[in-house]
């Protein structure tokens, strides 16, 4: 079992930054074996993909993020990271972060993730 736990969310104002940080536990195997992501749930909306880095260094993005957050990870540290910077009122969500063990399709989706954080709140002020 892993637990997941975010950190950093707030509110902000549009055009700043923000780092949040997903501290993982309870995993018996190293953390270097998974895939962590990112997810994010807008009011009224459906749980969309962010950010993924996979174990073996390979990060992916959605095209509404790309330029702008910057996923990665401390395996020592068993953390990973978004970076999120020039922040808009679109960004406003929980946002998530999980684990996976399995390979990803072309697309990330909620079904690839095996363990969730409870998530942690941007909410972005025009």
């Known amino acids: 079992q892993v637990q997941l736990v975010e950190s950093g969310g707030g509110l902000v104002q549009a055009g700043g930054s923000l780092r949040l940080s997903c501290a993982a536990s309870?995993?018996?195997?190293?953390?270097?074996?998974?895939?962590m992501g990112w997810f994010r749930q807008a009011p009224g909306k459906e749980r969309e993909f962010v950010a993924d880095?996979?174990?073996?260094?390979?990060?992916r993005y959605a095209d509404s993020v790309k330029g702008r957050f910057t996923i990665s990870r401390d395996n020592a540290e068993n953390k990973v990271y978004l970076q999120i910077n020039s922040l808009n009122p679109e960004d406003t969500a929980v946002y998530y972060c999980?684990?996976?063990?399995?390979?990803?399709?072309?697309?990330?989706?909620?079904?690839?993730?095996?363990?969730w954080g409870q998530g942690t709140q941007v909410t972005v002020s025009s």
């Open positions: 880095h996979g174990w073996h260094g390979r990060t």
């Open positions: 309870g995993h018996s195997f190293s953390f270097s074996y998974l895939g």
């Open positions: 999980a684990a996976r063990m399995s390979n990803l399709g072309t697309l990330p989706t909620v079904s690839d993730y095996t363990y």
